[in-house]
């Protein structure tokens, strides 16, 4: 503990920078911005590293440095994964609801309150949209890290297909 704290506290204003961008990426559709500040942090690490790598207490400060990055990275990924089969479950059951509610009607239902399901609950939690428009459902939740992504619910094949524009 009484060398890592002197690691940390020269790389405070990396550790600061991290500890933000990891609890902001946390968040639904956010995870693809720390990439890009992740990378040019490693790459400015590597940098440093070949400049001063006869110096041990430099290379210790930015091995830290890389570890903080690293540390960051995997622990955003980590949250969009459980994220990702929280809302696959949820997603899963509105979409069976739908089929049995097919089954029973031999319809499907105009909105997901015709199931007893609050829409802006499902939308707010999981980020889910039901339209039935024309007797042709659509079901289709956000990719959890990426804002432009989608999964698409095929309710012929009944398996999710990942949409990107």
Known sequence: MNKIL???KANQSTV???AIATFLCSERLTAYIIIPIAIAALLYQ???ILRCWRSPRQLATRLTAIAVVITSLSGVLVFHIYRHYGVRAKSDQIAKS???FYLKHQRYPNKLEDMGIDSRAA???CGVYFDAHGGRPALIYDVT????DWWSYNFKT???IYVSP
């Open 46 to 48: 590597v940098i440093q």
């Open 158 to 160: 009944q398996e999710w």
């Open 123 to 125: 939308h707010d939690c």
């Open 145 to 148: 890290y990426d804002y432009m």
């Open 98 to 100: 739908i089929e049995m």
């Open 16 to 18: 600061i920078l991290f």
């Open 6 to 8: 002197p690691l940390l």
